[in-house]
């Protein structure tokens, strides 16, 4: 029984945020299946929400969203949690202007391409 409290204890915390539930909904159970703690929430807002009591030690979002976009959340969030590290993706065009506006303003992101293969995000997460 303690093995499990302590194992809990040293899982990192991810938040997968993606206003595609299928998406943020495998790339979470990919994630806890492979030895994360992660929870899947649905928009920018909400990310912003739950990393407030998750406290998560990487945050994964897409960049493009209904309400506020992955970047503005991703922003949010390192303001409030600056040790998480936040991967971001996209399959739009549009990203590149917004992640110019970010750099523009000091904040600077990694992003991957969608759709990302598991692998790769595993990868880049154990990295």
């Known amino acids: 029984m303690t093995d499990t409290i302590e194992s809990q204890k040293t899982k990192s915390r991810v938040l997968v945020a993606d206003d595609e539930h299928v998406i943020a909904n495998t790339l979470t159970i990919i994630l ?7 929870r899947a929430v649905y928009s920018g807002e909400k990310a912003v929400e739950m990393a407030e009591t998750f406290q998560p030690d990487m945050l994964i979002s897409d960049v493009i969203m209904t309400g506020i976009t992955g970047i503005e959340s991703a922003i949010q969030i390192r303001t409030m949690l600056p040790n998480c590290k936040i991967l971001l993706f996209s399959g739009q065009a549009a990203t590149a202007d917004l992640l ?6 000091g904040h600077e992101f990694e992003i991957l391409a969608k759709p990302v293969h598991p692998t790769d995000l595993l990868a880049k997460l154990r990295g």
């Open 32 to 38: 806890n299946q492979s030895g994360f703690d992660a």
């Open 100 to 105: 110019e506006e970010a750099r523009a303003q």
